[in-house]
């Protein structure tokens, strides 16, 4: 089965760039299928990542930034794939 994880975070005005590189050069202990980064309007950053792993099992999972980065908790959703690879 492929779990992904998804990371989302909303820098403080301004500081979309630093949330970026902060989580671009975040390294978890094990290597998942595939990741990807994402940048959107209003500063915000999103990490997927894809596991072959069973929809419960334990995942490492990106930290939360240090609570001057960012303007809220770190948004974090975990799906299963249904179609496809």
């Given amino acids: 089965m492929t779990v992904a994880l998804m990371w989302e975070a909303r820098a403080v005005a301004g500081r979309g760039g630093e949330l970026l590189a902060w989580a671009r050069a975040r390294e978890l202990p094990r290597v ?50 249904v179609d496809g690879d």
Avoid at 41 to 58: E, F, G, N, S
């Fill in 32 to 81: 998942p299928l595939r990741r990807e980064t994402f940048r959107a309007p209003q500063d915000r950053v999103l990490v997927i990542t894809w596991w072959d792993a069973p929809y419960d099992a334990d995942l490492p999972e990106l930290p939360e930034p240090d609570p001057e980065l960012v303007t809220r908790a770190v948004h974090r959703w975990r799906f299963e794939a």
